[in-house]
């Protein structure tokens, strides 16, 4: 039967941001908002997060060539680019031998009218949506001009499509975003929202770290993608680069 299914998939968190800098700061002082004065979309790398994916790309330099990616997609967000193309440099990746492109579908979820707030700036300014929220559960709730959680998996759905048609036998590494790997998982991993708010309430995805997938011929008709690794850091620790879980920076939308 024909293989629909990369060989391998990889998911990635973009490194450490000045957003999650920010953000972190901003929460620590009680402030209503985070003090970052450029579009979510252009939120540069921090120096650590420089790191982290370099440190990312040496370790796939170390792996053997079936366990290096050909495909790279990633959000069209500064900091994914940042670290997709820094993760492709350390892993002396040929930009003629393997495709590259930024795809808008896996950009981070969108938060409306909460962009930037802290969890204490959406009680102060928006106290219903705080209760409405807390109401429907964050897997629903939609911020004014922003996403759910069933918005974002929409798309991923989309996504999975044409990386089902144009990426089958390849070797895919996705950078994106801390809900752009859970809501992955959602999908490839057949879960519900019960199981899928579990796993987001247990941890931050780390940055940088991999969760990946496996093709294996013996599953169902057409074989299956088989989950290998969840959150997995050991790149970074044997680089000695410290592993940050920071949330990303408007979770305060996200509590």
Not at 74 to 95: I, K, N
Not at 192 to 201: A, G, P, V
Not at 207 to 229: E, Q
Request: hydrophobic share 35%.
């Amino acid at each position: 039967m024909e293989q629909k299914w990369p060989q391998r998939l990889w998911l990635v968190r973009h490194g450490q941001s000045a957003g999650n800098v920010a953000r972190e700061a901003a929460e620590a002082a009680g402030l209503p908002l985070i003090d970052i004065d450029v579009r979510d979309m252009d939120v540069p790398l921090s120096p650590l997060g420089e790191r982290q994916a370099q440190s990312l790309g040496h370790w796939f330099a170390e792996q053997p060539p079936e366990e290096r990616p050909n495909v790279v997609l990633c959000s069209p967000y500064v900091r994914t680019r940042e670290t997709a193309r820094l993760v492709c440099e350390a892993a002396g990746l040929d930009p003629d031998e393997i495709t590259f492109a930024t795809d808008e579908r896996l950009r981070e979820k969108e938060f409306g009218v909460l962009d930037r707030l802290t969890k204490a700036g959406i009680r102060e300014k928006y106290p219903e949506l705080s209760e409405y929220r807390a109401h429907v559960g964050k897997f629903y709730f939609r911020p004014p001009g922003g996403e759910s959680w069933c918005d974002v998996i929409l798309r991923l759905r989309l996504l999975l499509e044409t990386i089902s048609r144009e990426y089958r036998r390849e070797r895919v590494l996705v950078v994106g975003h801390q809900v752009i790997v859970n809501c992955f998982r959602y999908l490839l991993e057949r879960l519900d929202e019960q199981q899928i708010l579990e796993i987001d309430r247990r941890a931050d995805v780390p940055n940088c770290s991999i969760t990946s997938y496996a093709f294996d011929p013996s599953l169902g008709r057409h074989g299956k993608l088989v989950l290998r690794h969840v959150n997995h850091v050991a790149p970074l620790r044997e680089a000695g680069t410290p592993v940050t879980r920071e949330p990303h920076m408007q979770a305060g939308a996200e509590p």
